[in-house]
């Protein structure tokens, strides 16, 4: 299966606001054609749609998840393709300007940074990099000399940068040492494809004990410090059950198995250490079961049945359950207490009401109190519960934006809190807070080696009007130079699914960009949680084009309000983000200048008709099931981007997908990009780059993720026609 290609030279015409649709594109570079089949024809609920380029989908794709060389020649040979022009196009013409910002991103990370030790009985444990390493060392220590600095004391546990020696892609997701200390679990991942080994070794030789493979990477240890419960994956990839592995046995004890595709599996502990909870879940119902943590009976009981709708979750605090949940029309979720032995809802006591508009985030118990963080107004805070007094007190914070998050590590009997706070001006830092006393202990300060002053950069938080009226929130860091006349340009980011919201932390990277003269602005679209879990309900299903045209009036909002104009501004999105980048420049192309979609969920249709993917029947209750759904079907069509692709004007796109990405698999972002320059061909250019080496999250390794940043950031500076993107040289950079 050859691929053609054309002599058409790449779009470099003028975009809505004079500046050039790419001014590095290169007349004389053809961008690969891929073959198309006309006859592709998919009947579906007695409707039929064409898929011109689903023979970019490998019937084997299992395997190729596990082992990418057995992709498909044809398929390779297309990719590849695919990334020789995006490189000679993109790439090799902004080479210098990456570099530049590659080594400005670099130099503001601390190489010999580590985290602040978290207690746990007589050890301290943490991580920490050594200078030029790409991945973490996790290690310990006397818990008496928890923050001293001495090197002496210090013991390796795991050494990252060597475990990862001859792999393209590395990945540790957790690592979890045994209740006496004497041993350390960690599930590691080479291939991007996110089946895990999960290793055993011993803490004081670090030699290796056992090993359990293709793992979900998710696991807990029993109080027995000899047992382990670990979540196994089913045929089609999906965490579908749990297991109880005791060391030294061939033969693993089933826990639980789930029997509805629909259902992710998770094994969790108490923080009391009494209990070990196994959850079920999708992304609107959840069910919860639990064991006692020492028992040798490993039956497990029902917390509730699972109820359509009804999202809840379980901690062990003052001798019972507290359960935050959206039962009985709590919609920003309550919390209730009930009885170990019997906690059916007729056995709930009500702790936390419903309050609408204050939606409970999290909860974190101790022996002796109980911290929650909430959401109002979009902000965060935390909330400290005494246990016997049932007395209140909030930890509020004064910026415009910030993002905050809590953690009692290992400790239960203490009144020791720790939480991080950072804003998109202000770096992170780490406090110890003494919930009875109120004392604050600064742990860390997020260090800029390059150097940061918070008084150079402006944060503002403002309301765009949807076209329904609703106030979508955007947060934007501008440097405090940049002229507020419509000249900047915007990098308007959005995700807007799943109820995630993203933070309005800092980040250092942002600043190559800021210092450059563009706004970085992060639209709260509905699909995410910023205005409560109402906001996530009205971005889903039947209201999930709420998600695209509140991100479009974020965009028109900044134009009218004079932070930028139309064509300036560079949309970003990832995943289900990289949705919302081709729904809105459907809804409006000329609005943006350019558009970068990463790991992009754009062939909807499909994959949400496929059931042998991973992660389709579990977002049924996200987007609807177009298999038995008419309503379903004709709404996710009306927005797919790969189907609604059409002659318009599109800005120029980068567009990026992983080889062994289980999530967004390779072929969407490569279908969109075929279809793209085949009914759209005056618009772009369209650049494809398949990292044929990792998955979902790109590349690994703490640097060399920064190319991938740099060569986005490069590209935005190019669209919006930056003198500095052309020749390489900063505008506010020295």
């Known amino acids: 299966m050859a691929q053609k290609s054309t002599n058409r030279p790449a779009r470099t015409g003028k975009g809505a606001g004079g500046t050039p649709r790419f001014p590095l594109a290169a007349a004389d570079l053809s961008p690969p054609q891929a073959r198309r089949d006309a006859h592709a024809v998919i009947e579906q609920l007695g409707r039929a749609r064409v898929d011109p380029y689903a023979w970019l989908k490998d019937d084997n794709w299992r395997e190729v998840m596990r082992e990418p060389s057995r992709l498909r020649a044809d398929i390779r040979t297309h990719l590849e393709a695919e990334n ?114 999960l290793n055993v070794i011993d803490c004081a030789t670090g030699a290796l004990i056992e090993s359990i493979n293709d793992t979900y990477g998710d696991f807990v240890w029993g109080e027995d410090s000899k047992s382990i419960f670990w979540v196994a994956r089913d045929e089609n990839a999906r965490p579908a059950a749990v297991f109880c592995h005791l ?159 809590m953690s009692n590590g290992y400790l239960w009997d203490s009144p020791w809190l720790r939480f991080d706070y950072s804003s998109p001006t202000t770096p992170a830092t780490v406090f110890d807070y003494n919930m009875r006393t109120h004392e604050r202990v600064l742990r860390k300060t997020q260090q800029v080696p390059s150097g940061h002053n918070s008084g150079d950069y402006i944060v503002e938080r403002i309301d765009a009007p949807g076209d329904d009226g609703a106030l979508v929130p955007v947060t934007l860091l501008r440097h405090r130079t940049t002229p507020l006349d419509g000249t900047a340009p915007v990098l308007l980011y959005g995700y807007g699914s799943y109820g995630i919201t993203i933070p309005a932390d800092f980040r250092t990277a942002r600043l190559s960009l800021v210092d450059r003269g563009f706004i970085y602005a992060v639209a709260d679209v509905r699909g995410s949680m910023a205005k409560g879990y109402q906001w996530y309900l009205d ?7 709420n998600t695209f045209e509140d991100f479009v009036a974020a965009g028109r909002h900044l134009v009218t309000q004079g932070y930028t104009s139309r064509g300036r501004i560079v949309a970003m999105g990832g995943s289900a983000g990289g949705l919302l980048m081709g729904v809105a420049v459907n809804l409006d192309p000329t609005l943006f200048g350019g558009i970068i979609a990463a790991v992009p969920f754009v062939d909807v249709l499909n994959t949400m008709s496929d059931e042998s993917l991973p992660l389709t029947p579990p977002e049924w209750p996200e987007w609807g099931n177009p298999l038995i759904d008419a309503d379903a ?67 690994s390794g703490r640097f060399a993720s920064l190319r991938e940043t740099a060569l986005e950031f490069a590209f935005a500076l190019a669209c919006a026609g930056s003198q500095s993107a052309a020749e390489g040289v900063p505008s506010r950079v020295s």
């Open 84 to 197: 020789a022009y995006t490189h000679a196009s993109l790439e090799a013409p902004t080479a210098a300007l990456q570099d530049q910002l590659f080594e400005e991103m670099r130099g503001r990370i601390k190489e010999t940074d580590s985290s602040v030790p978290a207690i746990d009985g007589a050890w301290a444990y943490y991580r920490r990099f050594r200078e030029g390493g790409e991945y973490p060392l996790f290690c310990r220590r006397p818990a008496d000399q928890a923050f001293t600095g001495d090197a002496s004391v210090e013991q390796l546990l795991i050494d990252g940068d060597a475990l990862a020696k001859g792999c393209e892609y590395f990945d540790i997701r957790k690592v979890s040492h045994s209740p006496d200390h004497g041993r350390l679990a960690y599930a590691v991942d080479s291939k991007g494809s996110e089946f895990y080994t």
């Open 247 to 405: 060391l030294g046995m061939q033969v693993d004890e089933l826990i639980y198995r789930e029997a509805d595709p629909g259902f992710f599996i998770g094994v969790q502990k108490s923080q009391s250490g009494k209990f070990i909870f196994v959850t079920a879940n999708d992304h609107t119902t959840s069910e919860w079961r639990f064991l006692r943590a020492d028992a040798e009976d490993h039956t497990l009981m029902l917390i509730a049945e699972r109820e359509a709708g009804v999202d809840y979750s379980a901690v062990d605090f003052d001798d019972r359950f507290w359960i935050r949940t959206n039962r009985n029309g709590a919609v920003d979720f309550a919390i209730v207490s009930a009885p170990y032995d019997h906690p059916a809802e007729e056995n709930h006591r009500i702790e936390i009401p419903h309050r609408p508009g204050v939606l409970i985030l999290d909860v974190e118990p101790f022996a002796d109190f109980i911290v929650r963080m909430e959401r109002e107004n979009g902000l965060p805070r935390i909330v400290v519960r005494e246990r016997i007094s049932g007395a209140e007190h909030v930890i509020e914070f004064a910026e415009a934006a910030y993002a905050l998050g």
């Open 539 to 545: 971005g889903k299903l039947e209201k999930k084009t």
């Open 633 to 699: 079907y004709d709404r996710i069509l009306a927005y797919s981007p790969y189907d609604q692709v059409s002659l318009r004007a599109y800005p120029p796109m980068l567009i990026t997908g992983g080889l062994t990405d289980p999530r967004v698999t390779y072929w969407e972002p490569a279908k969109w990009t075929a279809r793209l320059r085949h009914e759209a061909p005056e618009g772009g250019p369209y650049f494809l780059k398949i990292n044929m080496e990792a998955g979902h999250g790109g590349v």
